[in-house]
């Protein structure tokens, strides 16, 4: 079959490579990809957002199966308009994608259904918000309604934080139109677990876990970004807590938005937050997290299409998910700057060191080709990915690998899976 996958990041870099090895798969695309897609698929130079052109393109070329994989498109209705011009879509419709587009429309689901998540407030308007504020306890976390490229959220420990947090969100428009409306919620304390799951809309099959670090710096300074680093699986998501998420979150989310109209097919993003009352609700995304993706889909054994087709035509319950009995950690490398400000257009030089190394994987984000280089293109430009028979071995290895890679201005954390010390 001809396959199309849409985006350019790492998260569909790590697509792609599952795509590739699949024996269904007879020719890849991918748009617009990037430099390390084009090595394993055609790219293609059309935007996500483009959804005509999109749509002109798979009915041309005949694609058969087409894997959206960014959250823009998705909460653009793409999968709507590819079934509609016949091409058959991983990826959930519009109206079920909201589980990720609205912050406050997945609030509301989740009280109306009971599923646990933290106390909290939605606000259209900035006065109501600032006077919610002043009487709320402290610290609190702000979080701008709709898509902000995982940046949209203010852990603010004081009032004059807070209240210049809601400024940045509802006047400065910091987030632009996702900030028009804005959730206030408390602050919870414990681990941050990420749980991926492959759903046909009635059955729900659980991937591996993973926890991701999404702060800029090292011991989790600095701003929020798209994630800078993950490991899989975590240690600290117990027996326990998964028999508590599937009796109580996991079935709860698709049956709720089944419940809704609104049926659910593709991939849900469970953001958990292990707290002392039990395991909580932070976030929903609708698609593959990135840098999740890139250290569960290298652990997954499966025919990814063969699962993302039981997805679409609601046979899930026949597909058995299995994962390597092992770890994986990935190290993101970035550009000097990130996520404020940062050059593009810095060579990339060693990338070769990666070409059949088994258990290292070098997943490009932010590059593209300039008269055969390899540069460049994002913030975040590359995910270093190993896997080990432990945690600690995988963690020892992608710090190796991150060695073998350099161009101007690379920047990583040096703590991605420190956690696993504390074991």
């Known amino acids: 079959m001809k396959v199309l996958v849409v985006g350019g990041g790492g998260r569909e870099h790590a697509i792609c490579t599952c795509a590739a ?15 390390g897609i ?31 994989g ?13 079934e509609e011009a016949g091409i058959r879509t991983f990826g959930p419709k519009k109206n079920a994608a909201i589980l990720e587009g609205s912050k406050a429309f997945s609030k509301e689901l989740m009280k109306k259904y009971g599923i646990p998540t933290a106390a909290y407030e939605n606000f259209d308007n900035y006065d109501d918000a600032v006077t919610y504020l002043k009487s709320a306890k402290m610290p609190i976390v702000l979080k701008a309604d ?32 996702a900030g028009s409306k804005m959730v206030i919620e408390e602050f919870m304390t414990g681990r941050e677990v990420s749980v991926l799951s492959f759903t046909d ?26 994630g800078m680093g993950t490991f899989s699986p975590s240690p600290f998501y117990t027996d326990e807590v998964d028999k508590f998420c599937k009796e109580h979150i996991y079935q709860a989310t698709v049956d709720a938005m089944a419940s809704e109209g609104r049926t659910f097919k593709g991939v849900i993003f469970f953001g958990l937050m292990l ?21 569960v889909l290298p652990r997954m054994t499966n025919d990814i299409i063969d699962v993302m087709e039981a997805c679409v035509d609601g046979t899930l319950s026949d597909i058995d998910l299995r994962f390597e009995d092992n770890a994986a950690v990935c190290v993101v490398l970035a550009s000097a700057g ?12 060693g990338l070769e060191a990666f070409d059949n190394k088994e258990g290292y994987y070098c997943f490009h984000a932010g590059t593209k080709l300039d008269n055969n280089n390899v540069v460049t293109n994002g913030g975040r430009v590359l995910g270093i ?28 954390r040096n703590d991605i899976g420190k956690a696993i010390d504390e074991i």
């Open 275 to 295: 707290t002392k009352d039990g395991p909580k609700v932070l976030e929903y995304n609708a698609r593959f997290g990135d840098p999740e993706a890139q250290v």
């Open 338 to 349: 990130y996520p404020v400000k940062y050059e593009k257009g810095k060579t990339i030089t």
């Open 38 to 68: 084009a090595k394993i698929a055609t790219c293609v130079n059309i935007g996500p957002m483009e959804f005509d052109k999109l749509v002109e393109f798979a009915v041309s070329e005949g694609i058969d199966f087409c894997i959206v």
């Open 146 to 177: 709709g898509l902000a490229l995982g940046k949209g959220v203010l852990i603010c420990n004081t009032l004059d934080e807070a209240l210049a947090g809601a400024k940045e969100i509802m006047l400065d428009k910091k987030f632009g139109d």
């Open 385 to 412: 990915t190993a896997k080990g028979n432990t945690l600690k071995e995988a963690r020892a290895k992608a710090y190796e690998a991150t060695a073998w890679v350099d161009f101007d201005g690379k920047y990583m």
């Open 201 to 226: 809309g009635k059955t729900i099959k659980i991937m591996t876990s993973a926890q991701d670090h999404k702060r800029a710096g090292d011991n989790d300074i600095g701003l929020n970004t798209g």
């Open 70 to 82: 960014m959250d823009d498109p998705l909460v653009g209705g793409l999968t709507d308009r590819m």
């Open 21 to 35: 090895k699949s024996p269904k798969v007879d020719k890849l695309y991918c748009a617009p990809g990037n430099a």
